[in-house]
C-alpha cells in the first residue's frame, strides 16, 4: 500500500505562482512514477505531469509546459509541481498518483488539493 499526501493548493491571482507538493509513504516499487492531474466539476480528468522517480524523465500536458515544472525533493519520495503565470483554466482540483511509469497505469491517488486562480 501507498499513501499520498498533497499541500501547497490555495487562491491566487492570474499570473501567480503556486507550489504543489506530493510525498508518497510505503512501497514504492521499481520502473514507478508520480504524476499530477487535474479536475474541476464537470470535466474530465486531466493529465498535468509527471516524473519517473528518480527524476530522469519528465513530461508535461501541452497546456503547462514552459509554466510548470515537476522535480524531485532532496527526499525522492517527495515531489513538486512549480506552477507559474497560473491562469484561471489552471483553477481544478489537483491530485498527485503513483504507479507504472511505462505502462501509464496509476495505482494510488491523493486526495486532492485545490488550486482557484481569480482576480
Known amino acids: 500500500q501507498v499513501q499520498l499526501a498533497e499541500s501547497g493548493g490555495g487562491l491566487v491571482h492570474p499570473g501567480g505562482s503556486l507550489t504543489l507538493s506530493c510525498t508518497a509513504s510505503?512501497?514504492?516499487?521499481?520502473?514507478?512514477?508520480m504524476g499530477w492531474f487535474r479536475q474541476g466539476r464537470e470535466k474530465d480528468r486531466e493529465f498535468v505531469a509527471r516524473i519517473s522517480w528518480n527524476g530522469e524523465r519528465t513530461r508535461y500536458a501541452y497546456s503547462v509546459e514552459g509554466r510548470f515544472t515537476i522535480s524531485n525533493g532532496n527526499d525522492r519520495n517527495t515531489k513538486y509541481l512549480q506552477m507559474n503565470n497560473l491562469q484561471t483554466d489552471d483553477t481544478d482540483t489537483y491530485y498527485c498518483?503513483?504507479?507504472?511509469?511505462?505502462?501509464?497505469?496509476?495505482?494510488?491517488w491523493g486526495r486532492g488539493t485545490q488550486v482557484t486562480v481569480s482576480s
Open positions: 498518483a503513483v504507479g507504472n511509469e511505462a505502462l501509464g497505469l496509476w495505482d494510488y
Open positions: 510505503g512501497r514504492i516499487r521499481s520502473g514507478w512514477a
